[in-house]
């Protein structure tokens, strides 16, 4: 430090006063606790002269009471086993009772055990300011957080119909497992609704991206498609309608679709389907052979060009079923799960809606270890008398 001379401060005279002027507190003490040296930031601190302090008061006289115990029973004997402490959170406490909250570092200064040590005092009156702002912060990105996830939860039952409705003459099921924890509300969806006495539509969905704005495009396309069902009969011509209304809104995102429209006439459902840059329907036949069904199109909202087309089966037998790319693009061990994993898992499933459905959604999150990387919506169905 220079000379051993010190100024009235604690500082060093005839050369720099880099003690006495530094700009964090600096005291040393002696064996007996008492301080003995003390720049001018340390005596700024705790508001008191030099005269009331060097020579006069130990360190910890200057501490809360807490803070005299914990530094008796704690930093004295980590000074011994180390040599040094950092970063101890402590309170100084000024001759009015407030109290100054500080960092303190200190280090012993005669080996052998002695508990003479130089010590910087840093106040951390801003630092716990930015603490407890950030600590308000935390909370109330946590709170934001939770908000999200029950508006994302509450929206997501908006889309998705807690069941099928029961159809006369029709055994359908459907599955919905969302993505993850499911916190995030993603842009699966199925519908299944009535357009006449005998017809009904069955509708899985897909739209682009997750969160708030996927889910009001899937809002969009779930409600558009209810509209115009009944005065579009045809799902090729459907699909039409609903992709100049998605092309008409000011959006990024697309939908891939599948519509089935169910007619029952002389005892028999005539099915009508018509795909938009969706996977096609798996038909299983009694026997379990397993056939896509469906011509692909492009997806609504995607090209200004779109194709559809409609395709027609009497379903007299057998079972149908619509599913999203979650179950496909399921990705393990062995990489995609894949279409062909899925046919054969139809082929063994029974024959039932119900078991086909439930069956296919389990196995495709076992495939993923229980944890689905994206949203799956399943709908079988199967004619019964």
Not at 93 to 100: E, I, K, M
Not at 232 to 259: K, S
């Amino acid at each position: 430090m220079g000379s051993d001379t010190d100024s009235p401060n604690g500082g060093v005279t005839g050369t720099p006063d880099y003690f006495g002027d530094a700009p964090c507190g600096y005291v040393v003490t002696n064996d007996d606790g008492l301080i003995v040296r003390a720049n001018s930031e340390f005596l700024r601190t705790v508001q008191r002269t030099a005269d009331d302090v060097i020579s006069v008061r130990t360190l910890t006289s200057l501490l809360t009471v807490g803070g005299r115990i914990f530094v008796e029973t704690h930093l004295y004997p980590m000074l011994r086993n180390t040599d040094v402490v950092r970063e101890i959170d402590l309170d100084l406490v000024r001759p009015d009772g407030s109290r100054v909250p500080v960092l303190l570092n200190a280090s012993l200064t005669l080996p052998g055990g002695g508990l003479a040590l130089r010590a910087v005092v840093l106040e951390a009156r801003d630092r716990h300011r930015y603490e407890k702002d950030l600590r308000q912060a935390t909370r109330t990105a946590e709170n934001a957080l939770e908000n999200a996830a029950a508006l994302a939860q509450t929206l997501q039952q908006t889309l998705i119909p807690p069941a099928p409705p029961q159809i006369p003459h029709l055994d359908i099921a459907a599955a919905y497992r969302p993505a993850g924890n499911g916190r995030e509300v993603g842009g699966d969806f199925y519908d299944v609704f009535q357009v006449s006495p005998s017809a009904w539509v069955v509708v899985v969905g897909d739209v682009s991206g997750k969160g708030i704005p996927a889910a009001t495009v899937t809002s969009l396309v779930r409600y558009t498609v209810r509209s115009f069902a009944i005065e579009h009969p045809d799902p090729a011509d459907l699909l039409h309608h609903v992709d100049a209304v998605l092309q008409a809104n000011d959006t990024d995102r697309y939908c891939t679709l599948v519509v089935a429209r169910l007619d029952r006439h002389d005892d028999i459902w005539e099915l009508a389907l018509g795909l938009a840059g969706h996977p096609p329907a798996l038909l299983r036949t009694p026997d379990g052979i397993v056939t896509p069904l469906g011509v692909p199109g492009t997806p609504v909202g995607l090209v200004h060009d779109p194709h559809f087309h409609t395709v027609r089966h009497r379903l007299t037998q057998g079972t149908v079923t619509l599913y999203t790319d979650g179950v496909t693009e399921a990705r393990g061990a062995d990489g995609l799960y894949g279409e062909e994993r899925l046919n054969d898992l139809i082929g063994n499933l029974p024959s039932d809606s119900r078991g086909l459905t439930e069956g296919i959604a389990r196995d495709a999150l076992d495939y993923q270890g229980g944890n689905a990387s994206d949203d799956i919506a399943i709908v079988t169905f199967s004619p019964r008398s």
